[in-house]
Structure formats: C-alpha cells, structure tokens
C-alpha cells in the first residue's frame, strides 16, 4: 500500500487566498484525522470523520477553516481567507479504527503551509 | 483540560551515551503510544503501553507505562545518529482520543 497521501507538500500563498489541501487515506481505513502542528502548539487534531462524516470538529480554529470527505478515498482541508498565523505544518492521518489497544493511525508526510 | 508534558524539549547529545525521555500528566490513559516523526514526515508509531507498569523493549530503546498509567518514559541505550528525530508521546484517553505531548527534539551527533 501506498500509505496516506497528501497533496501539495508544499504551498506557499498570500494573506487572503483560498488554500486547499487534499488527503487520500489507506484503502480501507474507516477513519481520517486531519492534524496541525507548529513549533509553538506542537501537534493539534482539528477533525476526525468517520466512514467519510465528520464526527468531531471541535478543534477546528474558526470559520475559516472546513474539512469535507466526499467518499472513501479523498478529503479535503480547505481555508479561507489564509491568514499568516495559518502557516503550519498539516498532516492527514487514518486507521481502521479509533485508537485502542493496538490500533494504529497511519500519518502522511504532511503539507507545509506558508502564508505570506 | 487533559496535558501530557513532556520533557526535555530539546536533547544533544554524543554517539554512544543513553538518555530518558519522560511524558508526565495528572490524567489516567487506557493506554499510550510513542511516535517518532522525522524532518519532512509524519509521526511514526513506534509502540503501545497498555498496562500499569509495562515494560517493551524495541532493540536500544526501552519504553515503560507508569503503575498508575499517568505518566511513561522511553529511554535509549548507547544512542546512535540514527535515533535522531522528534519523540512524541500520546496518551489515550476514555474517549479514544490521543492526547499529545509537545514532543522532544533529539540530536545524537557522531
């Protein structure tokens, strides 16, 4: 398997643009987790779906930011407007199921975003 | 508010030497995981600790669960430059989700 993969790894964008970050899961993994870590807040989880609906949203910043899963295989991140304090790293991550014992979440590498 | 804390932030130190990692908290988890995440990837699970005072050993590194399953240490024997990267420890709680710590940057130079 291919792992998670994420789409750009790399944006660089001005205050204002619309940013759209993409994920597609490993194949069969019935949870996806959408991730955002910076040097000051360390690793923070805006929101996770399951079977491609959105179960718990509760970290995500503000309304600027909105996550869909349209099917099983693709999700997306998507801000607007960008605003500098965006700039981070996001990861995409997914696991057969909610972690326990000895389950696991597969992370991508992550897109790193700039906003100037 | 469930906080892991993790300490040091910051590690450098020479080939050869061992080192403790400690993630500490005043919460109980079911459970708790190690990752380690290198420049320009994602975190890496390295293992899981499930019961109070659980011991697992993965070749050099050595990961324990404390009694009352509120705080767990991983520590390195005869550290090598490969072991360079970021440790994060996660703790799972009642509602199976990972609380993170902010995670330790460690240097091993040759």
């Known amino acids: 398997d291919a792992g998670v993969i994420q789409s750009p790894r790399h944006e660089v964008t001005e205050m204002g643009q619309e940013v759209t970050l993409r994920c597609k899961p490993i194949s069969g993994h019935d949870y996806l987790f959408w991730y955002r870590q910076t040097m000051m807040r360390g690793l923070e989880l805006l929101i996770y779906f399951n079977n491609n609906v959105p179960i718990d949203d509760s970290g995500m910043p503000e309304d600027r930011f909105s996550a869909k899963m349209p099917n099983a295989s693709f999700s997306t991140l998507k801000i607007q407007p960008s605003e500098p304090r965006d700039s981070a790293v996001y990861f995409c991550?997914?696991?057969?199921?909610?972690?326990?014992?000895?389950?696991?979440?597969?992370f991508g590498p992550g897109t790193r975003l700039l906003v100037l | 508010t469930q906080l892991l804390e993790q300490s040091p932030q910051f590690l450098s130190i020479q080939e050869g030497e061992n080192l403790t990692v400690y993630c500490n908290s005043s919460s109980v988890f079911s459970s708790l995981q190690w990752y380690r995440q290198e420049p320009g990837e994602g975190p890496v699970l390295l293992v899981t600790v499930v019961t109070g005072g659980e011991v697992k050993k993965l070749k050099r590194l050595t990961f324990q669960f404390g009694d009352a399953r509120k705080d767990s240490s991983l520590h390195i024997t005869a550290a090598q430059p490969g072991d360079t990267g970021l440790y994060l420890c996660?703790?799972?709680?009642?509602?199976?989700?990972?609380?993170w710590g902010a995670g330790t940057k460690l240097i091993i130079k040759p």
């Open positions: 991550a997914s696991s057969l199921a909610l972690i326990g014992v000895g389950e696991t979440q597969y």
């Open positions: 996660a703790g799972v709680n009642s509602n199976y989700q990972l609380i």
